[in-house]
């Protein structure tokens, strides 16, 4: 960017930074204790875990027969946390709680029969034939995410981090309830996808990844919809037995493309305090002043508004169904300014998504936006000349990022 005199401008540009996380539920009691004790919450991780480490959850004992495990009721954290690596927010809700009843769960997929090879390529209505057959049904889609996640709501049912070995050895692959051989096949699920957009074909939900697919598709929470008469020859699926569960995934919806939200500065220093890409902005932090500050950013060009509306209040920006960014610009001492730009985690709580830092530039830096364009805004210092405005797109699955072109 430059000034309106032509004179090159100071850019810094910091990288955009993706964490995902858990939370730790309460283990209410169980026929069967997992293998090893109990396992600890999985930590932050950046990455959907490629760091080696030294082995899988062991089974309790071999699988028997048409065994079935006892998944005690409790709380499971469903979905996942914004900005997680493989995340589709539009079909993966971001994290919540739900309370799910006890259920009991085949052990292995369907015969559930270490003899036996797992059934595969069949339509989801001959699964739940056969699980009718002996007095079972489907597993709900939330059934089958925490007897993968286990009582500590775990990313992924090796733990924090996908372990190719569980892939290469599903038997020998034990979730934290003893369950064996989640998400090394794609498996049916009794619940639906559902789509906000009215006329869309029914979807069934499925569940779990290939054993050689990349980590991040291994993740728990991790569900996509395919139509329920499809028989592809990687899915299979397995049985549950008791009551089924009501609770429904909290489907992604699509709001209003932005709207403006209150922030002050002091919370607008603590979160540029979490993270350390940021950290050195938080201070003497000072937010721009709505609507006279906009106007200044419109004034000092041709004036040619272009259709879009202006601001530098922080914004709410939902470019699709289940993707929430908090965007900010505000002023770091006397001369350094900046655009933000936060994943929405919960509703007082962000991660850092992406960041753009002017040295050298008093600002006052405002958005430019449409509500009928949802992948992108921008933001300038001065509207209308040239280098003095960037980019802010959304990049899918569930990235922003900042530039100046």
């Known amino acids: 960017m430059y000034d309106r005199h032509g004179r090159p401008r100071d850019r810094q540009r910091a990288e955009a930074r993706w964490v995902t996380g858990t939370a730790a539920a309460v283990l209410l009691g169980c026929s069967r204790a997992p293998a090893g004790g109990t396992v600890p919450s999985a930590s932050a991780v950046t990455s959907a875990a490629t760091t080696p480490s030294a082995s899988v959850r062991a089974p309790s004992q071999a699988p028997l027969a048409k065994e079935l495990v006892d998944i005690p009721g409790g709380t499971l954290i469903a979905g996942s946390r914004p900005g997680t690596t493989g995340r589709r927010p539009e079909v993966e809700p971001r994290a919540y709680e739900v309370e799910l009843g006890a259920f009991r769960i085949d052990r292995l997929p369907f015969p559930n029969d270490p ?11 001959e ?3 056969r699980c009718a057959e002996r007095g079972a049904r489907l597993c709900t889609e939330l059934e089958w995410e925490r007897a993968c996640k286990g009582p500590d709501n775990e990313v992924f ?13 599903p038997r020998k692959c034990a979730s934290a309830f003893d369950v064996l051989a989640l998400t090394t096949q794609r498996e049916w699920t009794a619940s639906d996808v559902l789509s906000a957009q009215a006329g869309t074909p029914r979807r069934a939900s499925v569940r779990g990844a290939t054993g050689s697919a990349p980590a991040e598709e291994h993740r728990c929470a991790r569900r996509e919809g395919i139509d329920p008469t499809a028989s592809p020859a990687d899915l299979g699926f397995r049985c549950c037995q008791g009551a089924p569960n009501a609770a429904k995934v909290k489907e992604p919806t699509l709001g209003d493309t932005f709207a403006k939200v209150k922030l002050d500065t002091q919370r607008l220093e603590r979160l540029l305090a979490t993270d350390p890409i940021t950290a ?10 709505d609507p006279e500050a ?5 004034a000092r060009g041709p004036g040619d508004e272009k259709g879009f509306s202006f601001t530098v ?3 709410r920006w939902n470019p699709i169904a289940g993707s929430e960014y908090l965007l900010v610009s ?15 985690v919960s509703e007082d709580d962000y991660a850092l998504a992406a960041s753009f830092v002017m040295k050298n530039e008093a600002g006052p830096v405002a958005f430019a936006y449409s509500g009928y364009i949802r992948p992108r805004l921008h933001f300038s210092t001065c509207w209308g000349c040239p280098g003095e405005t960037g980019k802010i797109l959304f990049r899918e699955p569930d990235t922003v990022a900042i530039l100046q072109p």
Not at 115 to 125: D, E, N, Q, Y
């Open 280 to 289: 050195w902005l938080a201070h003497d932090v000072k937010l721009f002043r």
């Open 313 to 315: 209040a922080p914004l």
């Open 330 to 344: 505000a002023r770091s001492g006397n001369d350094v300014s900046f655009v933000i730009a936060y994943h929405v």
């Open 115 to 125: 003899a036996s090879p797992p059934l595969t390529g069949v339509p989801r209505a």
């Open 294 to 298: 906009a106007r200044t950013v419109i």
């Open 127 to 129: 699964a739940e034939r």
């Open 157 to 169: 049912v090796t733990g924090a981090r996908w372990e190719p070995d569980c892939g290469a050895s």
